[in-house]
């Protein structure tokens, strides 16, 4: 599904412990470091969406998190032409998200990277809330720089004054 605008409607999500560090998870195979996403299929709200991805992705249920917060719209990315599909090109710019802030409700061993038949990730690590986003392929950066300055509001620690280390006069 893409809007008329050429984005694929996906959620992000953002998982805390109860020490305001975040769930990052290393793509299968590769070298990146990521948070949990993906799209938001026909008839799907963008919270139902969020639970599926966090079940598929991470292994987690609702009952193991609650919802600290989410972007009050869309955030936008576009993706380099060279991983467009071939059919997609011309219509196909990038995905535009909605993004979940989560609290881990559950433990550290709920998290389940084999839910699934076809896991998105292969390793995972608790990060500091502002850890550098030098991990996290290029053309996502500014969209978690983005959702992270917008969701750190409704976090105690993360850092002083909710301000980002890293924006400049933000």
């Known amino acids: 599904m893409i809007d008329r605008d050429g984005y694929r409607p996906n959620v992000g999500i953002i998982l805390c412990n109860a020490k305001d560090e975040v769930f990052w998870g290393k793509r ?9 996403q993906g799209g938001i299929k026909w008839g799907e709200t963008p919270e139902q969406a969020m639970y599926r991805e966090l079940r598929e992705e991470v292994g987690l249920q609702p009952g193991h998190v609650s919802i ?27 995905q535009k998200q ?8 559950g433990r550290d061993c709920d998290v389940c990277l084999r839910a699934t038949g076809h896991p998105e990730f292969d390793a995972w690590r608790w990060n500091e809330y502002w850890v ?3 991990s996290v392929i290029e053309f996502k950066r500014e969209v978690y720089r ?25």
């Open 98 to 105: 909605i993004w979940f802030l989560l609290r881990l409700t």
């Open 28 to 36: 299968i195979r590769e070298h990146s470091w990521q948070f949990p």
């Open 132 to 134: 550098s986003l030098d």
């Open 146 to 170: 983005l959702a992270l300055g917008e969701l750190v509001q409704y976090l105690d620690n993360a850092a002083p004054g909710g301000r980002s280390p890293y924006c400049s006069g933000a």
């Open 68 to 94: 600290l917060g989410r972007t009050q719209g869309w955030l936008h990315y576009d993706v380099p032409t060279k991983w467009v599909k071939r059919e997609w090109r011309g219509s196909y710019k990038g």
